[in-house]
C-alpha cells in the first residue's frame, strides 16, 4: 500500500517538474498493400483516415525523455488479384473495409546542437493491428494481422521564434508477427519473424504567442516489408509489402 501511495505522488509530482507536450492529430493516406512475388500478385488499394495522439515528457534539467502515442486509421479498399483455382482465376472486389491501430512506448535522450536545433533519439516498443474484411466478397476471408516490433527513430527539431519544423526518420524491427485467417476450414495461424519497417516525415508548426501551443502540417510516408511466414496446414502468408503516403493535420498544447 505504502508503494502504490509512494508511485502516485510521484506520477503526479512528475507534471510539476517536467517539459511535456500532448498533440492531437487528423491523418489521411494513400494506402497499397500488396503481395507481389509469384505468378499471381495482389493488391489493395484506397484511402485511409483517422486520427493520433502522442504525449511526451522531458524531466527538466535532464536529457531523457519518453513518450507514448496512438494511432487508428480506417477505410475502404479494393482489391485487385486472383482466385486459387487451376489455373488461377483473375479477380476483382471493391468497397473492402480495412483498418488497423497501433499503440508505442518511445524512451530516448536529446542532444542540444545548438541554441536552436535539437537532435531526439529513442527506442521502444509498439504494436500494431489490422483486419481486412475481405470475407465481405464471397471468395474472401476474414484476415486479421499483428506485429510486434521495435521503433528507433531519430528526429532533427528546429526552432526559431513561433516557428519549428522537424525532419524525422525511423526504422521499426519486426520482433514476432502473427496472421490470423480465417477460412472455411478454420481459423489458421501463421507465424512470421522476420520483417522491417520504415517511416519518414516532415513537420512544420507555428506556436501561438510564441507559446509551445501550436498548428501545424506533417506530410508523411510509412512503408512495411515482411517475409514469407512459416507453412501451417499447407498454407503460407505471402511475402508482402504495405506504404502509405499521407498527411497529418493537428494541435499541439
Avoid at 31 to 40: A, I, K, L, V, W
Avoid at 171 to 182: A, E, K, V
Wanted: include cysteine; aromatic fraction near 16%; hydrophobic fraction near 35%.
Amino acid at each position: 500500500m505504502k508503494k502504490l501511495l509512494l508511485f502516485l505522488v510521484v506520477f503526479t509530482a512528475l507534471p510539476l517538474f517536467a517539459q511535456q507536450s500532448f498533440e492531437v492529430a487528423y491523418e489521411i493516406s494513400d494506402y497499397t498493400y500488396r503481395e507481389p512475388d509469384g505468378n499471381s500478385p495482389i493488391s489493395l488499394k484506397g484511402r485511409m483516415q483517422g486520427g493520433s495522439i502522442r504525449y511526451e515528457n522531458r524531466v527538466d534539467g535532464s536529457a531523457f525523455y519518453f513518450a507514448l502515442d496512438g494511432r487508428w486509421m480506417g477505410g475502404r479498399t479494393d482489391y485487385d488479384g486472383w482466385l486459387m483455382t487451376t489455373p488461377p482465376t483473375a479477380h476483382q472486389s471493391n468497397d473492402i473495409g480495412d483498418y488497423y491501430y497501433e499503440g508505442r512506448l518511445h524512451l530516448g535522450r536529446v542532444a542540444d546542437l545548438s541554441d536552436t536545433t535539437q537532435l531526439w533519439f529513442a527506442s521502444g516498443f509498439a504494436y500494431r493491428y489490422l483486419k481486412d474484411h475481405m470475407n465481405k466478397d464471397p471468395y474472401g476471408y476474414l484476415r486479421e494481422s499483428n506485429y510486434v516490433y521495435m521503433p528507433f527513430t531519430g528526429e532533427l527539431r528546429f526552432k526559431g521564434g513561433v516557428w519549428e519544423f522537424d525532419l524525422c526518420g525511423e526504422i521499426d524491427y519486426l520482433l514476432f508477427g502473427w496472421q490470423n485467417s480465417h477460412m472455411n476450414a478454420g481459423n489458421i495461424r501463421h507465424d512470421q519473424h522476420s520483417g522491417y519497417g520504415l517511416r519518414l516525415s516532415a513537420k512544420i508548426q507555428v506556436n501561438f504567442d510564441g507559446k509551445k501551443s501550436g498548428l501545424f502540417v506533417e506530410p508523411f510516408y510509412r512503408f512495411w516489408d515482411i517475409q514469407e511466414s512459416e507453412e501451417n496446414s499447407g498454407y503460407i502468408e505471402p511475402h508482402n509489402t504495405t506504404k502509405e503516403f499521407g498527411v497529418r493535420v493537428g494541435l499541439t498544447f
